[in-house]
């Protein structure tokens, strides 16, 4: 992972003066200061919507408008490119350069599909992949989508299970990680989820060049109402799933595991007042690769709590009222909040549900 003091250093060289003379004296100053550049979406006090790049103080720096609510972030390494995916069941994603004011270049969905929320950059910058809805077949998509020309879609891969949320790309850029979260839902009921009763949630690892299904790793009957929603990679290559769970509110279902390839999964067994004070439910996981951390949070209790990456033991239980976002901060991580809070700051926002640390080295 790069040092943070290489994140703020890349951002004011790839900004250029042209992006920095634009910024208000006070954001100028909070740049300055940063040691480290995330970017979230927001909704603003007159209820409008925006991404914002911010400081680890939870100093707003800039903002970039959106044409309607946000959920998931992307950003690549290479590029700079950060792209903000609209919350299901939207049909938007736009992406910006955080270092320019240049033009976003908006995408939308094609006919009979719905983007998820979530999506990642191949390690090289050149593919953008997006978690999308066929809705009308029940089937989770990967859309493909060319980042040197204009992000056309050039294709998709199945992503051989239903309800696709969050998705991620290992290091060499040779496998995706898909989240099924099992749940089945149509535009035309909104947000409602349609198969509680029958629900079927997945972990699956395809070949990023062919599609084709390399492994799929089902949760067990018993836990067929875990729906398993993000993931994220720690340094060792293992990845970390974290989930939702759909029925009763006194069960104590596994809300955090891991599995690597060729592995089964393994649940962390939290402790039952950890479990609790996430309210059965997992919004967001982040990898500290730095420290070997590993850290969720859960709006339902307003919970974040930090794990032993290489343990799973739980070494930090936090309260904060409606915690959405997280993300590695250069020690820990940086939290967010619905209510306006990041790393203890309030703003006249309210922070989404996640969070992307951005920096390019250069």
Known sequence: MRSALIDRRAFVKAAGVTFLATLRPGALMALERADAVYASGIRAADGSFAVATVSERGEIIDQVPLPARAHGMAFSTVTGKTVAFAR??????????????????????????HFYGHGTFS????????????????????????ARNCFVRIGEYETYGTGPHDMTVSDDGKLLIVANGGIETHPDFGRTKLNLDHMQPSLTLIDAVTGRLIEKHALPPQYAQVSTRHVDIDASGRIWFACQYEGHRNDLPPLVGHFAKGED???????????????????????NRAENLVGVTSPIEGTSVTLDARTGAVLKVESLPDAAGIAPAPHGFAVSSYGGEFLGRKSDVAWDQHIVRIGRVG
Do not use: C, H, Q
């Open 123 to 146: 390690p090289d910058g050149k593919l953008l992949y997006a978690s999308e809805n066929d809705f009308d077949n029940n089937r989770g998509i990967i859309g493909l989508y060319d």
């Open 265 to 287: 999964l393994t649940f962390v067994p939290l402790p039952d007042d950890t479990t609790r004070a996430l309210g059965n439910y997992v919004g967001a996981i982040a990898v």
């Open 88 to 113: 299901r069941p939207g049909t938007y994603a736009m992406i910006f350069d955080p270092w320019n004011k240049g033009e976003p270049i908006v995408i939308a969905a094609r006919e009979g599909r």
